[in-house]
């Protein structure tokens, strides 16, 4: 992609952003804010290694 073609895509996905209501890019927002804070805040931030640890101990016991 040129940098010319990727101004382009940039500057119709700014407008399109900018041409929605007030209200339905909060919405928007506030859906992404909850996607990202899902229960595996562990996996996330740290990969599976955690997940891992905590199962092998769990039948340890």
């Known amino acids: 992609m040129k940098g010319n073609d990727y101004v382009k895509f940039m500057t119709q996905q700014v407008v399109s952003y ?5 209200d339905e890019r909060k919405q928007r927002k506030m859906e992404q804010k909850a996607q990202r ?3 595996t805040i562990g996996n996330r931030w740290f990969g599976v290694l955690p997940v891992a ?6 039948r340890a016991e």
């Open 18 to 22: 900018m041409d929605l209501p007030k």
């Open 37 to 39: 804070h899902s229960p």
């Open 53 to 58: 640890i905590k199962s092998m101990f769990k």
